[in-house]
Structure formats: structure tokens, C-alpha cells
């Protein structure tokens, strides 16, 4: 298995995973949310055609990241009815 096809099986994986999370009702659905951008930033990685490595630019796709999953994950629990 390529390097590619194992990184889409582990995506898929992934989503199937928060799925049942979600409907077993261990996880809030807004918060399967936070998830998506990570997901498409793979997606985007996977097909997109190989170039030079920016440490600062990792660094910085990183830390956006980082902070928009934080963010959305914290907004999902605050906007939730569920008392956790």
C-alpha cells in the first residue's frame, strides 16, 4: 500500500470513528466539526504535487490549526445543551 492510499484508509478510518462516536452519543456533532479542517487539510496534502519543506511555514500552518480545532471544538461545547 502507497504512502497515499494508507494516509486515505486512516482518513476514512477517522471519519468513520467520530461517526460512531457521534451516534453512540460520545460525541457532541458540532464537535466532529473541529475535525474537518485537519481532514481537508490531508485531502489537500495527498494530492497536491510535492515541493520544497518551509519549516516556518509548518510552523505556521501548525499553529493556525492548532487554534481553529481549539476553537471549534470550545465553541461546540459551550453552544451545547448536553451538561458534561
Request: proline content about 4%.
Amino acid at each position: 500500500m502507497s504512502r497515499g492510499q494508507a494516509f486515505l484508509v486512516g482518513e476514512l478510518v477517522t471519519v468513520l470513528v467520530l461517526a460512531f462516536g457521534w451516534r453512540a452519543g460520545f460525541l457532541l456533532g458540532f464537535a466532529t466539526l473541529a475535525f474537518g479542517p485537519v481532514l481537508l487539510r490531508g485531502l489537500i496534502w495527498i494530492f497536491r504535487k510535492p515541493s520544497t519543506f518551509d519549516v516556518h511555514r509548518l510552523g505556521v500552518s501548525e499553529l493556525l490549526h492548532a487554534v481553529l480545532f481549539g476553537a471549534l471544538l470550545t465553541l461546540s461545547m459551550v453552544s451545547s445543551p448536553l451538561q458534561i
